[in-house]
């Protein structure tokens, strides 16, 4: 396993009206984040949130090219981030006990914080289709290039992690500096991974490792 | 933190307990224990919101500190308002050097305001000074404001300083607005009532009448020789002297005091300080040996000379003498005083906050439930003893948010 500090490259926040991240996506142009009671745009150049939408957002945000996801409570959301408006709604795997939401290969992958371990699921029905272990409490999940990374953080600790999908194997580990956690966590598709930082109301940029973007072997 | 978890701590955030209940009722995970904890505490059931916390506490791994930190902050304050003193001291100062050291400053915030609450509760207000000019309130967040300000008007008004006070209840009454919460204003309210109401009488060879703490306060600074029965001491402007261990000295000094600018017949002083029923020669003795000794205490103060029919007081300094006695006045004042805050007292935390043995406080509330001036309910160790409410020291629970990874 690889392992070194985390880079920060740029830090976002915290923002008027939000006291957490408790989610974050990346939709090509904005990154989304959930901070409670809404789901906010940032522009990751100008550092400022440009829209807003009204809606229960508790835990992980994932888009899938064209909707976004939000856990809320104990069930995700489907949402147009055009009208704002739920499209669908199905029961999240962990029974509310959901930490961290993720799009790739037409599956939801669902972070499950103290069961330390990612559903992949049927994003129509919400159907578990399989289950990784890891070792850590999880919270938020993210693909990349054919790369299954994760955030973790108990208590102290926190870090960002490129698992095995076939076998829950940690692969590589970023650590965060102590004091930063992560809540939430997603790819910009480059070199770069957005991370929710929980109660701080922050949301940090940090590189991704030069090396293995070549697909997911070990 | 999960998403249940986060909606619940949002619910509860806002006030909403049973919002709170209703997401993690079922749930047995740490978070989850200790926010149905707070939860109860919020809802008055203190005896199961404690057994949550403690659980909760328990339940949080290793790599938690300041998961479990938190618990024990709210564990702390759930015994405070309980009036559980009982409780360790040492393990809240602990688990707020864990919050400093985590960065928390909030939740630190709070813990050491639950150190200072109990130090003003059981009378330890130079403690309570010095911790104060530890802290630096102005960049928590309202409630926790709000909270502190209570504390230092506490502390103002136990060293009857009103217009300290009067401030203190002004921002903490401005704070509990900016926090929006009804429950904190009310709280403010209830501990501005003390400036209102009177807290103790003046007895003189003018009047008889209740005071104000504003007035006993002036009462103090004007230059009075005033024998204070409250606290058992001889003062004026210029000097105190404690009689506090001295008994049969004091009730002589507030007889000669009460009895001023006339004498007072010996048979009258030995009957108020022996209990003597008849003055024999022996009482008449013990009286002079008493009375040199008081003279010499109040050598500063006033002096104590023989009369033909007993004895007289006159003041050094002082134009005047009044006597500064107790609401309610009989034995066992003191048991008394620390019931007068309306809450339900065990007898072992009043014996801690008294500083006498647990027998003597058993007996003092044994005899003041027999005059109906306590009452008590409960059995065994979890009995408790309450006097009808007065105005008192506030009873605000603020408990912190014990999740973790936040």
């Known amino acids: ?218 | 933190m999960d998403s249940l978890i986060t909606a619940a701590a949002r619910a509860l955030a806002v006030g909403d307990a049973l919002g709170a209940l209703k997401r993690v009722a079922l749930r047995d995970d740490a978070p989850a224990l200790a926010l149905r904890g707070i939860a109860m505490a919020q809802l008055g059931d203190l005896v199961r919101a404690k057994a949550l916390l403690k659980s909760a506490a328990r339940a949080f791994g290793p790599r938690e500190a300041m998961a479990r930190a938190r618990c024990v902050v709210a564990e702390a304050e759930i015994a405070l308002v309980s009036r559980d003193l009982t409780w360790p001291p040492k393990a809240l100062e602990a688990a707020r050097k864990v919050l400093e050291a985590h960065g928390d400053r909030v939740n630190a915030a709070h813990a050491r305001n639950v150190e200072l609450r109990r130090l003003v509760l059981i009378g330890r207000l130079d403690e309570a000074e010095r911790a104060l000019e530890t802290l630096d309130p102005t960049p928590l967040p309202p409630a926790a404001r709000a909270a502190h300000e209570l504390v230092v008007a506490g502390i103002a008004i136990r060293r009857l300083q009103t217009k300290a006070a009067h401030e203190a209840l002004d921002r903490a009454r401005q704070a509990a607005r900016e926090a929006g919460m009804p429950v904190l204003t009310a709280e403010v309210e209830n501990a501005a009532h003390v400036l209102s109401a009177p807290v103790a009488r003046l007895i003189s060879r003018w009047r008889e009448s209740p005071l104000l703490l504003e007035e006993v306060e002036e009462l103090l600074g004007s230059g009075t020789l005033v024998v204070d029965a409250c606290r058992h001491v001889v003062r004026d402007d210029q000097l105190s002297v404690s009689l506090a261990t001295r008994p049969v000295l004091f009730t002589l000094a507030r007889t000669l005091a009460e009895a001023w600018p006339a004498d007072v017949a010996r048979g009258t002083l030995i009957a108020r300080a022996f209990r003597g029923k008849h003055a024999d020669e022996s009482h008449r003795a013990r009286l002079r040996v008493e009375i040199g000794r008081l003279r010499a205490e109040l050598r500063g103060l006033a002096e104590v000379s023989a009369t033909k029919r007993g004895f007289a007081l006159s003041p050094r300094r002082a134009g005047e003498i009044a006597v500064l006695a107790p609401l309610v006045e009989g034995q066992h004042g003191a048991v008394l005083a620390f019931l007068a805050d309306g809450e339900a007292w065990s007898s072992s935390a009043l014996a801690i906050a008294l500083g006498a043995s647990p027998r003597t406080v058993q007996r003092a509330l044994d005899s003041l439930a027999g005059e109906g001036k306590v009452q008590s309910f409960g059995r065994g160790r979890a009995r408790r003893w309450m006097s009808p409410p007065l105005p008192g020291f506030p009873t605000i629970l603020l408990l912190p948010g014990p999740l973790p990874s936040d």
């Open chain 1, 1 to 218: 396993m690889k392992k070194s500090a985390a880079t920060i490259i740029r830090e976002y926040g915290p923002f008027p009206g939000a006291e957490r991240v408790n989610g974050v996506t990346f939709d090509g142009e904005h990154v989304w984040f959930a901070s409670g009671d809404r789901l906010n745009a940032l522009d990751p150049a100008s550092g400022e949130v440009v829209r807003s939408i009204e809606v229960a957002s508790h835990a992980g945000t994932a888009f899938d090219g064209e909707f976004l996801y939000q856990i809320a409570e104990d069930v995700i959301h489907k949402i147009d981030p055009k009208t704002g408006h739920i499209l669908s709604t199905i029961p999240a795997p962990g029974n509310g006990g959901d930490s961290g939401l993720a799009w790739a290969e037409g599956s939801l992958w669902v972070g499950q914080h103290r069961g330390r371990r990612i559903h992949q699921i049927d994003p129509e029905t919400g159907k578990i289709l399989r289950t990784i272990e890891s070792n850590r409490v999880v919270t938020g999940v993210t693909w990349v290039d054919g790369q299954l990374w994760h955030g973790t953080w108990e208590g102290d600790d926190s870090d960002v992690r490129r698992i095995d999908p076939e076998t829950g194997e940690v692969l590589e580990r970023l650590d965060m500096p102590e004091g930063t956690g992560v809540s939430g966590l997603e790819s910009d598709g480059g070199d770069c991974f957005f991370c929710g930082g929980g109660g701080s109301g922050k949301i940090r940029a940090i590189s991704r490792p030069a090396q293995g973007k070549e697909g997911k072997g070990k």
